[in-house]
């Protein structure tokens, strides 16, 4: 079962990305855009493999059609789906605090869950994963709740595959805690999540200040609904639920028993010895804990949860800690409380509709990020000198102006927060958590359209030199004393903070690390920066990219790769290692061994018989080069960014990558879609729809640039 895919419509403002459904009985709005048919796998346009071209041509074709995919707002929406823990939080907060899905929602989800079972019945950490306990399990509980019978054909089949998984008992933590919260579950049958551990001196070790802010943000609102034993009221589903998720009678389960019961499948990071004997003393304390303490810290829970609301308008840093303070602020306010129907309005920035159903994202969207890079593709293609781009150009420009934060928030610092003056965040400006990276990105481009636009007398910049010194001291506040740059924040634990990962699916959540494409993305914004403007902070940016590229060097593997930790995987770090080390000159030689020589030389080694690249999602949890069984082109493109960027020679190494980039290119001008290529703490994919347009493009425009005299067809000679 559908909906008319022909009657939705996307609304993007200020890069606010929503859908909404047509009814029969609306005004004739003029129909979908070209974008809106695209998304929904409803364009007419031919998506046949094109007869290969001139790169010139392949290019020109690239640029038209991704600039038809611009929104008006001017940025690039697309996918940042994948995981498939998200949208069952949001279905089971909705189902307690009785907040209704329109039915053409409804029908979408329980169409997308459909669409993206296995053929065992269940479902996996995302769209790429084995089926797991923790995947089938919330994901079944999402379909009953959306509706769908316990005899529906697909609900059988998930409950058979539960059931051989061991059933719900083994669910790790996440899930626990879920089905705690939907009362499938007992409170007993988790490890205590202790709320007073907010109360605690900022100086103690582990203070959730010291915490990477993704899982500080989770475990906040986690803690509160843990204190307060927050719990959805029996109903009939909750009772069938009851029934349908365990090999055990509920009532006969020994709750206590459980908290460590975790299906070995689903298991990425056991339990260390160090968390375990924190659990015991956590949970010893909550059998003698004091009343009034628990208040006091679900007191200050609160603050920080209402903090959090207010700067971002109820959109949170991401999807899970959206939803639950989203059920806290219900909780402890009601219906009709203003911070609960905030969270109630920004509920569909979070949903996605694609041909096979409605998603929820990563995020409120990858709007800051996508476009950026959009941008640089377009200049390396050399869209800049072309008029035929210039509207398109000015559009993107104009977003990335209205997406850079101008203030910090006030009392930013009470609430752990890094400053935001001055960055740009991975969505939009109303997210307002900002990111080295992303703010490294925004920068750049914007320096870059800067160049371009120059030579236009009647163009005056709106991203002023004052505002664009307050980006450069945005990103020189995210340095790490080891040179190099983080995430979201500056490293603030240590590695034994690691130790105390309690989430079993994930690695690497606890710290927020150095990250060597964090740090490329850093010194070569700086880079940019410094070449344009020079004088100001001169010696200290100087200074800040020595060292990250030093940090590049030290980062890199004896097999000449370095690991990424956002893409998949170590093809996606040497292609930004490889542009770190060409900021200080350092290129392919074969009469040398430094670190570019040896990044080249691992990227060679990976090349495929039929010239491209391609790796598989599990390098990222095995954290070593895993080939996939055929070429990619996004893998593909960032091979042949990182040897150019190398200065590595023409040759058919180069010709041979170019070569299956125009063999794959559509008749379209578009690129097919292939495997998810983007990661998160190293087990989860998670889709960047706009990579498979935007690298291919890049890597053909930049050997264009660096070798116009190459005639470059598929059946160019030499090859």
Same mark, same amino acid.
């Given at each position: 079962m559908a909906t008319d895919l022909s009657r939705w419509r996307l609304s993007c403002e200020k890069g606010r990305q929503t859908w909404r459904y047509v009814d029969e009985d609306e005004e004739d709005d003029g129909g979908q855009s070209f974008a809106e048919k695209y998304f929904l796998g409803l364009s007419e346009e031919s998506k046949k493999p094109n007869q290969p071209l001139a790169i010139n041509e392949a290019i020109q074709k690239a640029l038209e059609f991704y600039q038809q995919l611009q929104s008006d707002d001017g940025h690039w929406a697309g996918d940042y789906g994948g995981p498939l823990f998200l949208m069952c939080g949001l279905i089971i907060v909705c189902h307690i605090t009785g907040t209704e899905f329109t039915e053409q929602q409804r029908v979408e989800m329980i169409r997308y869950l459909r669409s993206v079972q296995r053929e065992d019945g269940g479902w996996g950490l995302h769209t790429a994963g084995k089926s797991t306990v923790f995947g089938t399990a919330m994901n079944y509980v999402s379909m009953r709740l959306l509706g769908v019978g316990s005899d529906d054909a697909d609900a059988v089949r998930a409950r058979a595959c539960l059931r051989k998984l061991g059933g719900a008992v083994g669910i790790p933590s996440w899930g626990k805690f879920w089905l705690a919260v939907l009362n499938v579950y007992s409170w007993d049958g988790l490890h205590s999540l202790m709320p007073e551990i907010w109360l605690l001196p900022e100086w103690f070790p582990a203070h959730p200040s010291t915490l990477w802010c993704h899982c500080r943000q989770v475990y906040l609102p986690m803690a509160y609904c843990y204190g307060a034993r927050v719990t959805a009221k029996e109903d009939d589903i909750i009772l069938q639920l009851r029934e349908e998720l365990y090999t055990t009678p509920f009532a006969k389960i020994v709750w206590p028993a459980q908290r460590g019961n975790i299906a070995k499948g689903d298991v990425y990071t056991p339990h260390s010895y160090l968390l375990m004997a924190v659990h015991g003393v956590f949970n010893t304390y909550e059998w003698y804990h004091s009343s009034y303490l628990r208040q006091w810290a679900l007191d200050k829970c609160y603050q920080h949860i209402e903090f959090d609301d207010v700067v971002t308008d109820g959109i949170s840093i991401g999807p899970i800690s959206k939803v639950i303070q989203m059920l806290v602020r219900w909780h402890k306010e009601g219906p009709e409380s203003d911070g609960f129907r905030m969270h109630v309005k920004r509920v569909p920035d979070y949903l996605w509709i694609g041909p096979d159903g409605m998603r929820m994202q990563g995020t409120n969207g990858s709007q800051l990020w996508d476009t950026a890079f959009a941008v640089q593709a377009f200049l390396e293609a050399g869209a800049g000198s072309s008029k035929e781009f210039g509207a398109c150009l000015q559009k993107a420009y104009d977003f990335l102006e209205l997406t850079q934060v101008r203030n910090n928030p006030a009392g930013y610092q009470v609430y752990y927060r890094h400053p935001n003056k001055g960055g740009f965040p991975f969505s939009t400006e109303e997210c307002g958590w900002? *990111?080295?990276?992303?703010?490294?990105?925004?920068?750049?481009?914007? *320096?870059?359209?800067?160049?371009?636009?120059?030579?236009?007398?009647?163009?005056?910049? *709106?991203?002023?030199?004052?505002?664009?010194?307050?980006?450069?001291?945005?990103?020189?506040?995210?340095?790490?004393?080891?040179?190099?740059?983080?995430?979201?924040?500056?490293k603030r634990g240590g590695l034994l903070l690691e130790l105390l990962n309690p989430s079993e699916v994930f690695g690497d959540i606890m710290v927020d690390y150095t990250y060597v494409e964090c740090t490329s993305a850093a010194v070569q914004a700086l880079y940019h920066y410094r070449q344009r403007h020079p004088g100001y902070r001169d010696e200290e940016i100087k200074t800040t990219i020595h060292r990250g590229v030093d940090y590049v060097r030290r980062e890199q593997r004896f097999d000449g790769s370095w690991e990424g930790s956002w893409g998949v995987c170590f093809t996606y770090s040497a292609w930004f290692a490889l542009e770190a080390l060409a900021l200080e000159g350092e290129s392919f030689d074969v009469s040398t061994t430094g670190s570019a020589p040896k990044g080249c030389e691992f990227l060679l080694s990976k090349q495929n018989e039929d010239g491209g690249w391609g790796e598989d999602f599990s390098s990222c949890e095995k954290r070593w080069y895993v080939s996939s069984q055929s070429s990619s082109i996004v893998n593909t493109a960032w091979a042949l960014l990182a040897l150019m960027a190398a200065k590595y020679p023409v040759g058919s190494v180069l010709k041979r990558g170019v070569k299956l980039l125009l063999s794959r290119q559509l008749e379209n001008g578009d690129w097919p879609e292939e495997e998810i290529k983007g990661v998160f703490n190293k087990t989860c994919a998670i889709q960047y729809a706009s990579y498979k347009n935007v690298f291919p493009v890049w890597a053909l425009g930049r050997f264009r640039r660096l070798h116009p005299g190459v005639s470059m067809t598929y059946r160019c000679s030499g090859v």
């Open positions: 900002i *990111v080295a990276d992303c703010t490294a990105e925004g920068m750049k481009s914007v *320096v870059m359209l800067h160049e371009q636009f120059s030579s236009r007398s009647s163009h005056s910049p *709106v991203v002023t030199e004052p505002r664009l010194r307050e980006a450069v001291d945005s990103l020189l506040s995210f340095r790490n004393r080891d040179g190099g740059f983080a995430s979201y924040e500056t």
